[in-house]
């Protein structure tokens, strides 16, 4: 691995823990305006400070957010698809690296469909991106999409999505949380971050966390659970206790309930 991609992925999992809490705000580019992300900047600015990682289109970052911020910054390339729209495993990639590169990015993500009609595609542009990654020391994280049409949300099915990307050569997987996720973790020889899924109560979510590190994750890439709280900055600091400090989730429950208070 060159020294440029190295540089680039301790700039997403930080190096002094071998984790990262990734904030996931590219929900946009196929959902529109999600409930508590319709004026972007105002939900990600605050909560930019806390995240080693934002997740983001190029649209989002060019409009909404401060080139001075510190954090890095992963470019979600794939879509083309809309909630509204017929089949949402249609992707391509619509962004190029070199794009990537112009914007300071740490990362290139995009999302892969195994199991569904568009699999192939999905796949194939996976290896474009890591051919022209690899070129560029750009990179590379997979999302493995889950959904209705694709396989079941099973530790087989997830194994199965997250080693075919790490074949291919993703550097980074993000999945979603199962039943034995150990062994998902486990038969992916690359760092794997869990998403955090639709909305659920705090405690729950950092239940999810904190069980997504003991079972081997590298980290989280959340979304929803951070930015859809009453709370988002104690759910954020929270779920940071659990990913860089091995809180277990009372302890980092009942920090989000006193900063919530206080605030
Ligand atoms: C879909 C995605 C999402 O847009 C997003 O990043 C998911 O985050 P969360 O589930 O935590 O809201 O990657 O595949």
Request: with cysteine.
């Amino acid at each position: 691995m060159d020294w440029g991609l190295r540089n680039r992925l301790s700039r997403i999992i930080v190096p002094d823990t071998g984790r990262s809490v990734m904030l996931a705000v590219d929900h946009g580019y196929f959902l529109g305006p999600t409930s508590r992300l319709e004026v972007p900047r105002k939900t990600i600015m605050p909560l930019a400070p806390y995240a080693d990682s934002i997740m983001l289109t190029r649209g989002v970052l060019r409009s909404s957010i401060d080139p001075s911020i510190c954090n890095s910054v992963v470019l979600r390339v794939s879509g083309g698809t809309s909630i509204v729209g017929e089949d949402l495993s249609n992707e391509g990639i619509i962004t190029s690296v070199e794009d990537a590169l112009r914007l300071n990015a740490s990362g290139i993500a995009l999302s892969i469909f195994v199991g569904s009609k568009h699999e192939r595609q999905t796949l194939l542009a996976l290896s474009e991106l890591v051919n022209e990654g690899t070129k560029h020391g750009m990179p590379v994280l997979a999302v493995t999409a889950v959904g209705k049409e694709l396989g079941k949300k099973d530790s087989r099915y997830m194994a199965l999505a997250c080693r075919i990307a790490a074949e291919i050569g993703a550097n980074i997987v993000k999945t979603y949380y199962c039943d034995d996720f150990d062994k998902v973790v486990e038969s992916c020889p690359v760092p794997i971050v869990v998403a955090g899924g639709t909305k659920v109560s705090e405690k729950d979510a950092l239940e999810l966390t904190y069980n997504s590190i003991k079972s081997g994750a590298a980290g989280v890439d959340m979304g929803r659970n951070i930015w859809q709280s009453d709370h988002p900055i104690p759910m954020i600091k929270a779920v940071r206790k659990i990913v860089h400090e091995d809180a277990k989730p009372k302890e980092a429950y009942e920090l989000f309930k006193k900063l919530a208070k206080e605030k």
